[in-house]
């Protein structure tokens, strides 16, 4: 079957921080990739996307690459700030199959002053 | 440019009671509708998906049904609600097409709570 394994936290940084929040996934076929981010009492927000091996998503700072051959697709920051804490999920549509996306249990991010 | 709406933001409920809950989308035409619940220790799972007026998909067997009554509109319903319906409901909606390579962009979600 389908699905994302991520680490669920809480990470605990201190801002200005390097982050790399990892995330694994299953999959058959080659799925679309996507991580999503939730503040506090609202709803997902795509955060970026990648749909083919080896494409690099990126926005306001965070970059992923699809990594097909280590079924990957970690998120990383250079440089985290207060305003990134936040829920992050990591999840997969698998190709051709279906409507849903498999989410990640997400991962809790703190970035304290 | 395209915006979702979901109403209320936050519900309690009595178990037993009814549910109506609506989410409307803005700025596009014909577009898959999704329900999705976000539940305390079970993460994120996909409900219902629309991909027309009238056109109903279930994920996953349940006390709860979805309606499109409208091109862009989508209603979540219970005739009578029980404990385990408490979660936070999160509408989303992405543009038609091969599903695996359309984004899918969420609405603000309604908070239930099942009292």
């Known amino acids: 079957g389908n699905s994302v394994t991520q680490m669920e936290g809480p990470v605990t940084l201190s801002e200005e921080a390097f982050l790399t929040i990892n995330c694994t996934y299953t999959?058959?076929?080659?799925?679309?990739l996507f991580w999503y981010v939730q503040y506090p009492g609202e709803g997902l927000q795509l955060l970026l996307k990648a749909t083919k091996a080896d494409d690099k998503g990126s926005n306001k700072g965070f970059e992923a690459t699809y990594r097909k051959e280590t079924t990957s697709f970690h998120l990383e920051k250079g440089s985290v700030q207060v305003s990134d804490s936040a829920v992050y999920f990591c999840a997969l549509i698998p190709i051709n199959s279906g409507y849903a996306l498999n989410f990640g249990k997400g991962t809790s991010l703190l970035v304290t002053p | 440019s395209q915006t979702i709406h979901q109403w209320p933001a936050t519900l309690v409920q009595p178990v037993g009671s009814p549910l109506s809950l609506e989410c409307t989308v803005e700025g596009t035409s014909n577009p898959n509708l999704y329900w999705y619940r976000q539940a305390a220790g079970r993460g994120l799972q996909l409900l219902f998906y629309s991909v027309g007026i009238g056109q109903i998909s279930s994920e996953v067997p349940q006390n709860l049904s979805a309606s499109r009554p409208q091109d862009r509109q989508f209603i979540l319903s219970s005739k009578k609600l029980l404990l385990s319906d408490s979660g936070f409901y999160l509408c989303?909606?992405?543009?038609?097409?091969?599903?695996?390579?359309?984004?899918?962009?969420f609405g603000p979600g309604t908070r239930l709570l099942v009292l």
């Open positions: 999959a058959t076929g080659y799925p679309s």
């Open positions: 989303a909606w992405s543009v038609a097409g091969l599903a695996s390579l359309e984004t899918q962009y």
